[in-house]
């Protein structure tokens, strides 16, 4: 099975824009998709599929694809964006699920 | 609007055998994947494992020598069982729904709704 890597934390400056990017060789057959979890919450699907967002998800979440690495964007960050965010895909060879280490996500 | 709830003891012993099940309401179990996920306190998401509507499953490898999911279709549930569990078996499980798909050259997988989660810990 493949592995996703990610950084374990990220900070952004309220108001700006922030890149959470997630790499693996998996990520060169499937989109990834992108959970936000809150502390003591189950984790929320945020992105899927070619920057696909749930209705409830503000647009301000984007989501973007290029050879092996995924990337979560959000412009304009928000005090309530303060979370873990965790990337997600698939082998294609064995269709095991993979999840990233996760990013903690800090708004100053 | 679906859910999902995840059930089961929140305390099982060293060699014994976690039970958890999941109840859908408000929705089909048909065309999705229905999994089960793990998170260690203070770590990260762990995939356990899915069974398809059809009935056919895929485990993680390192721990599918002591995993079984199995699906009950007449009571919208599907269910977990992990034997010989450990104290590194703490954590908080999730019941949650996989979708699959192929789209623009790209397969499309992602867990779409979840669980609250349930903790379970292995202590005697």
């Not at chain 2, 039970?19 to 929705?27: E, F, H, Q, Y």
């Amino acid at each position: 099975s493949s592995e996703l890597t990610q950084d374990p934390a990220v900070s952004v400056a309220l108001g700006q824009t922030v890149r959470i990017t997630c790499q693996g060789d998996s990520l060169r057959s499937y989109y990834a998709s992108w959970y936000q979890q809150k502390p003591g919450q189950a984790p929320v699907l945020v992105i899927y599929g070619k920057n696909k967002r749930p209705s409830e998800i503000p647009d301000r979440f984007s989501g973007s694809n290029s050879g092996n690495t995924a990337s979560l964007t959000i412009t304009g960050a928000q005090a309530e964006d303060e979370a873990d965010y965790c990337c997600s895909s698939r082998d294609s060879s064995d269709n095991h699920v993979v999840f990233g280490g996760g990013t903690k996500l800090t708004v100053l | 609007q679906v859910q999902l709830q995840e059930s089961g003891p929140g305390l099982v012993k060293p060699s014994e055998t976690l039970s958890l099940t999941c109840t859908i309401s408000g929705g089909s179990i048909s065309t999705y994947y229905w999994s089960w996920i793990r998170q260690p306190p203070g770590k990260g998401l762990e995939w356990i494992g899915y069974i398809f509507y059809s009935g056919s499953t895929n485990y993680n490898p390192s721990l599918k020598s002591r995993v079984t999911i199995s699906l009950d279709t007449s009571k919208n549930q599907f269910s977990l069982k992990l034997s010989s569990v450990t104290a590194a078996d703490t954590a908080v499980f999730y019941c949650a729904r996989g979708y699959y798909d192929f789209w623009s050259g790209y397969y499309l997988w992602y867990f779409d709704l979840w669980g609250r989660g349930t903790l379970v810990t292995v202590s005697s």
